[in-house]
């Protein structure tokens, strides 16, 4: 755009007679490659295995079994056996809308006995932190002694009557060996990846603008 | 009857010279580029009481205006273009109609040439944001220019953005330079320059509430006469201009790119004594303007590119509708040292580039409100690389020993601009406005919390509208 006024010359350090020459660090650029590809190739390996690993995992369920509806008689419980000190996932299968899924979720109440007679309380509206996957939904999760373990799930009145319609219908739920988080490994490889290939970009345009020396 | 009567002229007197008191402090108040507008309205109504019509005057919106003529009337909103209008895409046909408008507008210019003038050549180099200083001096050095000072007019950074969408600021990017000169050949390398830059937020020159502030010229030029260094062995004086992206707010429809003067860069040859001396020790007490003897001359480019360079970010368009304004502020650069007949001996600085903060983000698009960063064909850069370029400038600048030749050839600039480029470059600077005076404490406690709410709100970097000026804020008690 300056037209012809303007004879271009260059990089202005850039000549035989220049007494400042830009030095690239080898050793800051091979930082930066190896940042910005191996925090590339994290990140991406990440998103695969969350993407195979995070919800349910077919292989990982021990048991599926109905919820009761509310004001309906109980569901038969479902029966799987388990070691002593594991913990179990009880997943409630529902797609949909968050919002009506989170009420779903939050109207449910699953009873574990034990081999030993005593009974775990999972409460959809007790746990702390939900996961959703695009099916499937966290009730919660409970340790368990060695032996036969019983798993009973209905729904309870929550929110206002207006609400609760939906819990009068029929919901499938899964057990799953496991907590949600064993599904979520490849956080671990995301997560740093990403910071991994942030740092390598800056180190990059380090490596690229370089610095000035004096030519000797 | 008398009596009321009298009672009632007595009063409207008065009432007059309470409104003339009112209209006079009024006036003290208005900027010079406000009072230029006023005092033309004032000549209009005169010339129309005298018995001049409408029709001679012309159009009332031109009043105050840089650009008169169709391009004036343009940028008016008095005429529009003709949007059936074709221009040349392809960038092979684009040069060659430049080449042959610019050869039509070289021909106007001929007579208006000095007679005794001297080569003006503008190299363009690349540089890096962070050492632009550095790589431009080295560069002087390299190529003997260092050592003849007295074929150098002015190096300036050259005020575009390249590359406005690339992350991060100007310090990793590429900022060009140009070096204005006479050197006809090949010269031997030379020992690097003196470089001095000051900073424009420090306190150099003391100066009252309500006298001119400087300009980054004055105070270089008063620096280099204390320093005992002429133009002859000035290399330049080149404002330290900033280009940087300011979000506005999340949807980005305020973001600004800001082009602002952080301070002033002084190169002189080798051996040249100290250019600073004392300066920051306390604020010097300098006069008004630049010293005796010294011309500053600062011209308006940016109203001649609103008419032929619509959109930064693309080449103006061609065949130009106004093929008789210079396409480049280079070109009019080239114009003023060949009019007026410059010597780089004689020259301290010829230079595009910015006064008060200027928003790049304007005229970044065909349609009124939109504001883009990207766009644009890649345009060539100094090293051969051809990048995308938001084009910017202001100002032409150039400063100068004056010689009685020069007056003449000020007086032919003159006429060349008025009846040529049918444009008034001087008019509506603003240049050595008055210091204004500070905010009280309570201002400044309110600008806090205002500060603050602006953090938590996340409306930081949203300008107040305040501009400090240069050197010399805050003024002196």
Redesign the interface.
């Known amino acids: 755009?300056?037209?012809?006024?303007?004879?271009?010359?260059?990089?202005?350090?850039?000549?035989?007679?220049?007494?400042?020459r830009?030095r690239r660090n080898p050793l800051l650029g091979l930082i930066a490659l190896v940042l910005l590809v191996g925090g590339l190739a994290a990140s991406v390996v990440g998103i695969v295995r969350l993407a195979l690993e995070a919800g349910v995992d077919d292989a990982r369920v021990v048991a599926r079994g109905t919820v009761a509806p509310l004001d309906a008689p109980p569901a038969p419980p479902v029966t799987f056996a388990a070691s002593a000190g594991e913990r179990f996932t009880v997943w409630l299968h529902e797609g949909g809308p968050d919002n009506v899924r989170e009420s779903i979720v939050a109207g449910t109440e699953c009873a574990a006995t034990r081999p030993d007679g005593t009974l775990a309380r999972v409460r959809g509206s007790r746990q702390g932190t939900s996961v959703a996957t695009d099916g499937h939904e966290t009730i919660g999760t409970f340790a368990t002694g060695a032996g036969t373990i019983a798993v009973a799930c209905r729904h309870v009145p929550f929110g206002g009557w207006r609400n609760r319609g939906r819990l009068r219908d029929e919901h499938r739920f899964v057990v799953e060996r496991g907590t949600p988080g064993d599904g979520l490994a490849g956080l671990w490889l995301l997560l740093p990846g990403m910071a991994a290939a942030g740092l390598g970009l800056v180190a990059v345009?380090?490596w690229?603008?370089?610095s000035?020396r004096s030519r000797q | 009857m008398g009596r009321a009567r009298r009672m009632l002229e007595g009063t409207f007197a008065k009432l007059e010279q309470a409104v003339e008191r009112m209209n006079t402090d009024d006036l003290s108040k208005l900027t010079p580029a406000e009072r230029e507008r006023y005092d033309g309205w004032v000549a209009r109504t005169e010339a129309i009481n005298a018995g001049r019509t409408v029709e001679e005057l012309g159009d009332p919106r031109l009043i105050g205006r840089v650009l008169h003529g169709p391009a004036g009337e343009y940028v008016a909103g008095i005429a529009k273009l003709d949007k059936r209008r074709e221009t040349i895409e392809d960038p092979p046909a684009w040069k060659e109609q430049?080449?042959a408008e610019?050869a039509e507008r070289d021909a106007v210019r001929m007579s208006y040439l000095a007679a005794e003038r001297h080569p003006v050549?503008?190299?363009?180099?690349?540089?890096?944001g962070?050492?632009q200083v550095?790589?431009?001096a080295?560069?002087l050095?390299?190529?003997g220019l260092a050592g003849r000072p007295e074929l150098v007019y002015g190096v300036y950074r050259v005020p575009?953005l390249i590359s406005a969408g690339r992350?991060?600021g100007e310090?990793?990017g590429v900022v060009e330079?140009?070096v204005v000169h006479a050197a006809e050949q090949d010269l031997p390398?030379a020992a690097?320059p003196v470089v001095c830059t000051l900073a424009a937020d420090d306190v150099l020159v003391a100066r009252r509430i309500g006298e001119p502030a400087p300009l980054d010229e004055d105070l270089a030029l008063h620096l280099l006469a204390g320093a005992g260094v002429g133009p002859e062995r000035t290399l330049g004086i080149a404002r330290a201009v900033a280009i940087e992206k300011r979000d506005g707010g999340d949807d980005n429809s305020s973001m600004r790119i800001l082009a602002s003067v952080r301070g002033v860069h002084l190169l002189a040859a080798a051996g040249s004594p100290p250019l600073a001396g004392d300066v920051g020790r306390e604020p010097l007490r300098i006069p008004e303007g630049p010293p005796e003897g010294v011309v500053v001359d600062v011209l308006q480019w940016d109203a001649i590119a609103k008419a032929i360079?619509p959109v930064r970010q693309h080449?103006?368009p061609l065949p130009s509708p106004f093929p008789y304004l210079p396409?480049?502020p280079?070109?009019l650069?080239?114009a003023y040292l060949e009019i007026v007949g410059v010597s780089p001996a004689d020259s301290y600085t010829a230079q595009v580039t910015h006064g008060r903060p200027f928003d790049l983000m304007g005229r970044t698009s065909t349609r009124t409100g939109v504001r883009r960063t990207g766009g644009g064909p890649d345009?060539?850069?100094?090293?051969?690389k051809p990048r995308q370029?938001m084009?910017g400038g202001h100002h032409v600048v150039v400063a100068y020993r004056d010689r009685p030749a020069y007056a003449d050839g000020r007086a032919r600039f003159d006429a060349y601009a008025e009846t040529e480029l049918k444009a008034h470059l001087r008019r509506g600077l603003d240049l050595r406005l008055p210091v204004p005076k500070p905010s009280g404490r309570l201002a400044r406690t309110l600008d806090r919390v205002a500060d603050v709410a602006d953090f938590v709100t996340g409306d930081m970097g949203v300008e107040d509208g305040f501009v400090a000026p240069r050197y010399c804020w805050p003024p002196q008690p």
């Not at chain 2, 050549?121 to 890096?128: L, Y």
């Open positions: 755009m300056a037209g012809d006024d303007v004879e271009h010359a260059g990089w202005a350090i850039d000549t035989p007679a220049s007494r400042l830009r345009l380090r690229r603008s370089g000035l | 430049m080449r610019r050549r503008i190299t363009r180099v690349a540089t890096r962070k050492t550095e790589e431009v080295d560069r050095a390299a190529d575009d992350m991060g310090g990793r330079w140009d390398p690097p360079h080449r103006p396409l480049t280079q070109e650069l080239r345009l060539p850069c100094a090293d051969g370029r084009a």
